[in-house]
C-alpha cells in the first residue's frame, strides 16, 4: 500500500459540510485556499516526505496484525484547511488530515484513519453477514485503530513509527465508546488475534443498534 498526499479543494469542503460546519466555519475553511495557498502546500510537502519514511512498515504492521492484506494499492489523504482527521468509512480509499500538525501526531492520526478504512474493507468483504449498521461497524473500527496504534507488548513495533505518542489510553474523542475499546483491548492482547477481536467484537456491539460517532441513542 502507497499513501498519497493531494490538495482537494472540493472534497474537503464537501467532507467539512458533511460534519455539520456552519456557514461561517464553511467560509473560512474555503477562504484559505485563497489566503494561505503555499502553506498547504508545503503542509502537503512535509506530511509526504515523513510518512513515506513509514509507509512500508507501517503497511506490513497493518497487515501482519490485522491478517488481511490492504485492498487497494493506492490510498490519498487530503489535506485539509479545517477538518482534524477522517476516514470515509471505506467508501473509497480516501481520508484526511488538517494542515500545519506536529509530524509525530500526524503519522499517528493519518495511520489511525487508514486502519478505519481498512477496517471497513474487511467488515464489509468478511462479516457483512451480520447486518450491522454503519455506526456500529464505526465503533469497532474506531477500537481497532485505537489499539493498534497505541503501545502494546503486541504492538511494540508502533514506537518506530511516532516515537512518543504511542502511550494508552488514547485521547477519547468518543466516550461512549471508552468501556468497549478497553474491553475489545483485553480481547486483542489475549493472544494478538486479530479474528477472535472482530468476532468478539461483532457480538458485543450487537447490544447497540443506535450506536453512532455521536452516541448510543
Not at 509530524?103 to 451480520?130: C, P, T
Not at 489499539?147 to 513509527?161: P, R, V, Y
Not at 483491548?185 to 488475534?193: A, C, I, T
Request: glycine letters at 4%; aromatic letters at 14%; charged letters at 30%.
Amino acid at each position: 500500500m502507497k499513501l498519497k498526499f493531494i490538495i482537494d479543494k472540493k472534497y474537503d469542503l464537501a467532507t467539512a459540510q458533511s460534519m455539520n460546519f456552519t456557514k461561517a466555519q464553511l467560509e473560512y475553511a474555503e477562504n484559505l485556499y485563497k489566503i494561505i495557498p503555499d502553506e498547504i502546500e508545503k503542509s502537503k510537502e512535509e506530511y509526504q516526505k515523513s510518512w513515506d519514511e513509514i509507509n512500508d512498515e507501517f503497511s506490513e504492521y497493518v497487515k501482519k496484525k490485522t491478517g488481511y492484506d490492504w485492498f487497494y494499492p493506492k490510498y490519498e489523504c487530503v489535506v485539509s484547511t479545517s477538518v482534524p482527521g477522517t476516514s470515509n468509512w471505506g467508501n473509497e480509499p480516501k481520508i484526511l488530515r488538517a494542515m500545519k500538525q506536529e509530524l509525530m501526531q500526524m503519522r499517528r492520526i493519518v495511520a489511525h484513519e487508514l486502519i478505519i478504512s481498512h477496517f471497513f474493507e474487511i467488515y464489509k468483504r468478511r462479516f457483512g453477514e451480520n447486518n450491522l449498521k454503519n455506526g456500529q461497524v464505526w465503533a469497532l473500527a474506531e477500537t481497532a485503530a485505537f489499539i493498534l496504534t497505541s503501545t502494546s507488548d503486541k504492538t511494540k513495533e508502533i514506537e518506530n513509527f511516532w516515537k512518543s505518542v504511542c502511550g494508552w489510553p488514547p485521547e477519547f474523542e468518543y466516550p461512549h465508546i471508552t468501556n468497549l475499546c478497553n474491553e475489545l483491548k483485553e480481547v486483542y492482547l489475549r493472544n494478538g488475534d486479530f479474528q477472535e477481536f472482530i468476532k468478539e467484537g461483532i457480538e458485543k456491539i450487537k447490544k447497540y443498534p443506535h450506536m453512532n460517532p455521536r452516541g448510543i441513542s
